[in-house]
């Protein structure tokens, strides 16, 4: 077993593979933003980042691995509320979306991982993991008052996520108009009906 | 004024000026389909559609002028139906925009064109040219029966054509699931609810 003196040097070089690591990830999300996928090169990685190109071919051996990895952190998942009623919960969800899509990184990102998602399945998956991770709080919600008998149990969940999170991600790449309180109550209201 | 046999010629040249560009638009909007805005190249459109590269760029001065006048071939508008109610007219240009969606090139182009306008105000313009040409004929209805009070004066039209086409764009480029009877079903009746 190894002795704290011998461990050190070791812990020292994990926690700075680590924190170069970290700083070309959030470059390469940073530089994805910016310029899509398309645009996106490791030279430009490594100018930034100030990070050896050769460090980080080690950890990504291609363009299109460091890509991927950058993109999967926009994989999250909102926790689920729960307010009480399935209106109170399904309004905090889509109040928090409709912030997100107005202000976060990845709504800017979105639109090029779903271009190349078109043309290839690794994207695809990626977009689907991404995809399924915003769903999965309204899925929760709506699967919970069906439970307790607030939606009928033959209510269809996937339908009304798509008529809960359609319209406002209509609104955000396709028409561009913007997503106020007004239009998440009708929203919601109609979706709910 | 031109006899005849002068002006002949001059129709000759201009019927092959004019199919040539034919010609280089197809190619492009081709390109586009295949490989979106950023993979596209002139030289890529000169390689397939057999027109020089200088012939090429007489028309269109940029490869940006191109990509751009290739796009705006998607500015298209379906006809309003008038089957006389609101619910046949609107069922009729969501099933014909559900065949599309499925089938049209423009489906596979329409995600690098909204990625670009991102970051690009001149793909933003053509892209909301686009945009305006989708939700047309359901703005047209939805007032036809504001007009003949089928639907309230007060609707309000933007966000009932969100409410129609959001989840439908939505299953097609984000959720990637089917879009069948049943769902188109479920959209009108809660959209027009």
Redesign the interface.
Known sequence: MATPTERAPSNKMNRRVERSRHTVLATAFELLS??????FTVDEVARRSGVAKTTIYRHWPTREALVIDACSQMITQQEAPDTGSLEGDVKAILMEIAHLLQTANWS?VL??I???A??DPEF?EIH?RI?RG??APLREVLQRAAGRGELSAHA?V??I???L???????R?????PIDD??LE??IE??L?
Chains 1, 2 share one sequence.
């Open positions: 910016e310029g899509g996928v398309a645009r800017f639109p090029s779903i271009d190349t078109e043309r695809a689907s995809q915003h769903a269809d996937s339908a996520v798509a008529l999170l359609g319209p406002l991600f209509y609104r790449w396709f028409s561009r108009e007004q239009f009708a929203v109609r979706a009906a």
